[in-house]
């Protein structure tokens, strides 16, 4: 049934059943998939024969080979483990005649905290405290709290992990030219990865209600060059791969680097955000289509609710798309209504909209209609007026 991999792996698929179950059969059968589309477009799928081979190696070669299958249909050229120097690093893309190396790490967080409001965003999915903002505050050479404040440290921080992890694969990447950091994580959080390259942000309560937040340089992407040598990173990916029933689930960010040697160019960095950055795509058309609804269509009210409404993007995945509540006065039925807005707005990514009349709003509340309640004015971003 998985036949890309039983080419590779041959005898040694069989008497693993049981530990490749352990991934899960959406990660099988997601690698599978990537594997065919890699054979098809670049003929590449063989060279990940050995890493696939080797049991702890797994997890790292699907990270791999999901990035490369991602990348594939928009280069020109595909290259695996191109020399550099004396090392390897693990693709080089062509995009006409420039090219970008990348490399691809993992790493498994056991994620040690046991705060009860954690635990309730592991069960449900949701973001359930706002002011949890990382799981440790800071590393001791950058923590000046004292005994009168309460704030959570760690000899060592998350984000200082994170930045060792990237150090250690900087050197496998080129000097001088445009690199790309693929961090994929099976555990970790991109609020992780962005206090990495940014910097950690101290948290102090200094009165009830009033919250003192400081950003500290000591991001990949803030601290000086000769120390970590970050400018040599064009640009860092977080990514996870999330299992869901029989499917992957493909959540990814993109971070540039404001202090590369080598930024990228636009035309790429347009293609990489295509690519890795979800939340940027339906950020850009969120902010097309929101002024020709306002002055096209003119609702009274407009919601917007779903995955978007998490700021940091941590619930928005490869097939996410925008989710809108209109409230508007108007005597066309409900279908009409909706197909009048995507009229209106052309959209260029998945788009869902839901247009009430006053009248229908104001019974769905009198119902107690949980949806329109919870999920849309309960959790929905107000953004008219």
């Not at 190696?57 to 991602?70: D, K, L």
Request: a negative charge; proline letters at 6%.
């Amino acid at each position: 049934e998985l036949p890309h991999l039983a080419r590779l792996l041959g005898n040694r698929l069989r008497g693993r059943e049981q530990e490749l179950e352990r991934y899960g059969i959406a990660v099988l059968w997601q690698v599978e998939q990537d594997l065919e589309l890699l054979e098809r477009r670049h003929h590449v799928a063989a060279a990940y024969r050995n890493q696939l081979r080797k049991p702890r190696e797994f997890v790292q070669a699907a990270y791999e080979i999901r990035t490369a299958a991602m990348l594939a249909p928009i280069v020109d050229e595909l290259e695996l483990e191109p020399r550099v120097g004396t090392r390897k690093c693990d693709l080089k893309c062509a995009f006409g005649d420039r090219s970008v190396f990348i490399e691809v790490t993992t790493r498994e967080d056991p994620f040690p905290w046991t705060r009860p409001e954690w635990n309730e965003m592991r069960r449900t999915g949701r973001a359930v405290d706002a002011q949890v903002r990382a799981r440790a505050t800071v590393e001791r050479p950058y923590d000046r709290t004292t005994a009168d404040h309460e704030v959570e440290t760690r000899e060592v921080s998350a984000t200082k992990e994170i930045r060792d992890l990237i150090q250690d694969k900087l050197r496998q990447l080129p000097e001088n030219q445009l690199t790309v950091l693929v961090v994929g994580s099976q555990s970790v959080h991109c609020l992780d990865i962005e206090l990495a390259l940014f910097g950690d942000e101290r948290s102090q309560m200094r009165s009830p209600g009033l919250i003192f937040r400081e950003a500290l340089p000591n991001g990949i992407f803030a601290i000086a060059d000769e120390k970590l040598g970050g400018s040599k990173l064009s640009a860092v990916v977080w990514m996870k791969l999330a299992p869901r029933f029989s499917d992957i689930r493909v959540h990814s960010r993109l971070f540039t680097n404001p202090r590369a040697r080598r930024p990228m160019p636009p035309d790429i960095e347009d293609a990489l955000v295509r690519v890795f950055d979800r939340r940027a795509v339906l950020m850009r058309e969120l902010e097309r289509v929101q002024p020709i609804i306002l002055e096209r269509y003119r609702p009274e009210r407009m919601v917007l609710f779903g995955s978007m409404v998490d700021t940091s993007g941590e619930h928005i995945h490869s097939a996410s798309d925008i989710d809108l509540f209109l409230v508007k006065s108007t005597p066309a039925r409900y279908t009409d209504r909706v197909g009048e807005v995507l009229d209106l707005v052309e959209p260029r990514v998945g788009f869902n909209v839901i247009v009430y009349t006053p009248e229908e709003l104001a019974a769905a509340e009198r119902e107690g209609n949980f949806f329109v309640r919870e999920e849309i004015l309960g959790r929905g971003q107000v953004l008219f007026p």
